[in-house]
């Protein structure tokens, strides 16, 4: 299993959320899911990962958020023109 895969699953298996403290903890959930579908990683780990981050957002975000998530996902997808 790939670290960061590893890492994702100990960090949602910890979050306890208490009231406020629980804002704090998505922010800092979102980021890391932004830096590490940044990446360019094995086609699978990138999938888990991004299944992973829409399920996140589909729970504790926006319509809007799941949106974007999934066009990052798209846009990740495609292959990119060289220049």
Do not use: W
Not at 32 to 39: A, G, K
């Amino acid at each position: 299993m790939h670290l960061y895969t590893v890492y994702h699953v100990v960090f949602i298996a910890n979050i306890l959320c208490a009231n406020a403290a629980c804002d704090v903890v998505h922010v800092t959930y979102r980021s890391l899911f932004d830096r590490v579908t940044s990446l360019r990683l094995p086609a699978k780990r990138i999938k888990f990962l991004f299944d992973r981050y829409i399920a996140f957002e589909t729970t504790h975000g926006s319509d809007d958020s799941v949106n974007a998530v999934r066009q990052k996902a798209h846009n990740y997808a495609e292959p990119t023109e060289p220049s």
